[in-house]
Each structure stands twice: as C-alpha cells, then as structure tokens.
C-alpha cells in the first residue's frame, strides 16, 4: 500500500542497526514508515575495523537503504539530516524540511569522547565510527610505515614504528590484533630498509585486564593472542596527554613518554546530539554519556510516542548494569519497537517491557584467534574465530556483501594478503 493512503506516521531517525530493524519489522504493519539519514547507506560497523586495516573495502560492508528497504512498500527513505523536534506538534525539524509524525522512533547512535579533551585530542587520535574515520586510520596506519622507510634516523623511524592505541575493548583489540598481522606477515616482504615486524604495538586500557566486559579467563585468553601477535597491553593505565610527536601513558604513580605519530582511539563513547535535543525539547532524562533513560518499553517518560533505541539509549531495567552499545541490543530494540506499535495500531494489548536475550559475546584477534562467551560456555582459538566468522557473515544485511566478505576473506586467508591497502585523502 503506498505510504500517503496509510494514516498512521512512523518516523525513524537514523539508519544503523536499531533503526532498520524497527523499518524492517514493520514492513506489512498498517503504518506509513519514513526513514531518515544523513547516509544513503546502512553500515556494518562491527567490520569497520578491517576496512581501517585494508582488509575490505567500505562497499563491502555498506548496503544502500534503499535497496535494503525496496521490498517495504510501505516504507520511503529520507536522505537529511535531523536539526530539531518540535514534540507539542509531532514534527521532526530537518535541515531542509520537516516530516510529521504519530510515533517516532531515535536510533542515532554515538560517537567519540575523549573525555574533555576533544579539541586537542580528537585530530590527533581518530575513532572508528564512520566509512571517512576507517579510511582516515588506514591511511594513517600505512603512511608510518612509509615514513618509516625512508627515515634514517634511527630514533625518528623508531617513531614511526610505534602504534598506540588507546582502549582495550572489542574495537581496540581487533584494531591491535589487525595491525599485528599487518607488520608481521601482510607487509613483511614489501620493504628494503625496514623490517615491519619491529613495529611496537601498545594497547591502552584503563581496567585491570583488556576487554573487561568478558570474563577473567577470556580476557586473559585475548591478552595472550595479542602477544602472540606482538601486541603489548598495558592494563590499569590511562593516557594523560596527546601531542603529535608521542603519547604520555600513566600507569600508577608512573608516567611514561612514547614517542609516536600514530595514535587510534577506541576508549570511550557518547551520545548523538539528539540525546540534548530530547532533554530539551520532551524533558528526557539523561546519563553522564548523554544516553537517554528510557521507560522498561523504550519510551521517553512522559512521551509514549516517542522511542529511544540503539547506542543513545540507557536502559536500566534488566539487571545492575544497563545494556551494553552493541549491535544485537539494536537489533533486538528495534524489533521489540516495531512491534509495539503495530500492537497499539491495531488495537491489541501493549507487549510485556523489553528484555534483551543476550546470544553470547564475541570478539576477534585475528587469524584463528578469537574469544567468545555463551553463558558458562567459555571458548577460544579456532572455534571462537570460526565462531566469529559465521555470525558476522549472517548478520551482513545483503547476500551481495556476505559472498563479496567470504570471498575476500578466503582471499586473504589464503594469501595472508590485505588487498585493499590504498592510502587515500592526502599527501603521505
């Protein structure tokens, strides 16, 4: 049925994992869906650490909303971006537009925080949320080892030769891993006065153990595959200052000076700036990060049209701990959303509040190394890879990504080969 017969107006901000699933679940409900996003295209974040290492390249992990959309027709696809909320009247205020709405649904993720030094910070250690900050760290990443070759100086290439990066979660330690394998296989034959596999990798984190959302015994698991691969983790440490010639680490009462161009940051998150404009404009209540509290179904207090999912939201209503900002809790909201609208719409009972059915946690250092946690089933090495492998290919959204990601893979287990090492945007 097309979207202007249909009376009922959902409006979903926001393209990412939360806000596809809410579209995609409510692809035969009597509603008039209209998703909107500054991207043309849903992004497979989780991945976005090997376009950053070369592994894959941006188009094999991005699907065109439109065309994962094309089969909803009672779906369109906005391509904007969200200014404002005028919630008296129910209007979503675009940039160039308004869009009405009846229930509104926020999935508009987060992004970095460098905990009060953004200015000073921020252009010297990228994060990997976006296509542009993947690209951006490759370039990087390739361009030290570069300089690095034709550098002299034994102190200055040294430099060059040091990574840090800062936070021992999932992303920073597949960043770590990723870049182990770089120096000591991808590039290890393809320089003539530098061995890559003399680059010093430091990872960061400011927990006793790295991925301190895993269990002891992974933890301890991971942090032996990171060595394996060169890695070298430093726990219980923070980093106190970032300039463009090195990094000061304080662990303790001791501070230590390294010396590096090469900074990434995978430490900490906050919240879109639409978490701001809910407090202003609906009174949301909001955490320290800047996620929106939300009611056991989602909802804003005191709004039951409107719906916080995804990364801005912070639900404490399972638990001591509120939900962790991964993809599956996304997926999970935004079906649980979808759902409940399409109950309200047709007159049915309201669901039970939402809660979240943890399938396991997974995270990967490289080849054959992996962890993965599925309630007292601890494993690691070469069933949790695989394990890692299989999961990530099936919850690519289209069958064109999922042959194009296997077949690269394949390509590059073989072959030990990154293919897609192109540095890109500047001058080295």
Same mark, same amino acid.
């Given at each position: 049925?097309?979207t ?5 107006r959902?409006?979903?901000v926001?393209?990412?994992?939360g806000?596809?699933y809410a579209?995609?679940?409510?692809k ?5 869906? %209209?998703?909107i $996003? ?11 650490y ?6 894959? %390249?941006p188009?094999?992990i991005?699907?065109?909303l ?8 009672n779906t ?7 200014t ?10 675009l940039? $160039? ?5 009846? $229930? ?5 993720g ?9 200015e000073?910070w921020a252009p010297l250690?990228?994060?990997l ?5 993947a ?6 990443l ?5 300089r690095?070759?034709r550098?002299?100086?034994a102190?200055k290439?040294r430099?060059w030769l ?15 891993g990723a870049?182990g394998?770089i ?12 061995d890559?596999r ?5 990872? +960061?984190?400011?927990?006793p ?9 992974? %933890?301890?698991?991971?942090?032996q ?9 430093r726990?219980?440490?923070? +980093? ?12 303790? $009462?001791?501070e ?13 998150v ?6 701001k404009?809910l ?8 955490d ?9 179904d ?6 039951? /049209?409107?719906?916080?999912i995804?990364?801005?939201a912070?639900?404490n209503?399972?638990g ?10 996304a997926?999970q909201?935004g079906?649980y ?8 719409? /047709? ?8 809660h979240y ?9 490289g ?6 946690e599925f ?6 090495g ?7 492998v ?5 919850y690519?959204?289209e069958f064109?990504n ?7 893979? +394949?390509h590059n ?6 293919g ?6 500047g001058?080295?």
């Amino acid at each position: 049925m097309p979207t202007n017969e249909l009376q009922h107006r959902v409006v979903i901000v926001g393209g990412g994992f939360g806000g596809l699933y809410a579209a995609k679940s409510l692809k035969r409900a009597p509603v008039a869906v %209209s998703v909107i $996003d500054r991207r043309n295209f849903h992004l497979f974040q989780p991945l976005l650490y090997q376009v950053a290492t070369g592994a894959l %390249s941006p188009g094999e992990i991005a699907s065109p909303l439109r065309v994962v959309l094309r089969n909803n027709r009672n779906t369109e696809v906005l391509l904007g971006e969200v200014t404002d909320l005028d919630v008296e009247n129910r209007r979503v205020i675009l940039r $160039d537009g308004e869009a009405p709405y009846d $229930d509104l649904i926020i999935a508009t993720g987060a992004t970095h925080f460098y905990f009060g030094h953004d200015e000073q910070w921020a252009p010297l250690a990228p994060g990997l949320k976006t296509v542009e900050d993947a690209t951006e760290i490759r370039s990087r990443l390739l361009v030290a080892f570069e300089r690095a070759e034709r550098e002299h100086d034994a102190a200055k290439r040294r430099a060059w030769l040091n990574f840090v990066i800062v936070g021992g979660g999932p992303t920073g330690v597949e960043l770590a891993g990723a870049l182990g394998e770089i120096a000591n296989d991808t590039l290890r034959h393809d320089f003539r006065h530098i061995d890559p596999r003399e680059a010093h990798i430091v990872l +960061v984190e400011g927990e006793p153990r790295v991925l301190p959302s895993f269990p002891p015994d992974l %933890s301890a698991k991971a942090e032996q595959q990171l060595i394996a691969l060169g890695v070298q983790a430093r726990t219980a440490a923070r +980093v106190t200052a970032i300039d463009p010639d090195g990094v000061t680490v304080k662990t303790g $009462d001791r501070e230590e000076r390294i010396a590096t161009h090469t900074v990434l940051w995978a430490a900490g998150v906050r919240a879109s700036r639409m978490g701001k404009v809910l407090a202003e404009r609906a009174g949301a209540q909001l955490d320290k990060a800047g996620r929106v509290i939300v009611e056991p179904d989602l909802s804003v207090k005191g709004h039951p /049209e409107i719906f916080v999912i995804g990364d801005l939201a912070s639900f404490n209503h399972q638990g001591e701990r509120q939900l962790p900002g991964v993809a599956p809790v996304a997926m999970q909201e935004g079906r649980y959303v979808a759902n409940l609208i399409r109950d309200r719409v /047709e007159g049915k009972a309201a669901p039970a509040a939402f809660h979240y059915f943890n399938k396991g946690n997974l995270a990967t250092i490289g080849r054959n190394k992996a962890v993965a946690e599925f309630g007292k089933l601890h494993i690691a090495g070469f069933l949790a890879w695989f394990t890692w492998v299989f999961v990530h290919l099936m919850y690519l959204v289209e069958f064109d990504n999922r042959v194009l990601v296997l077949t690269e893979w +394949v390509h590059n287990y073989i072959t030990r080969n990154r293919g897609a090492r192109l540095i890109t945007g500047g001058k080295p």
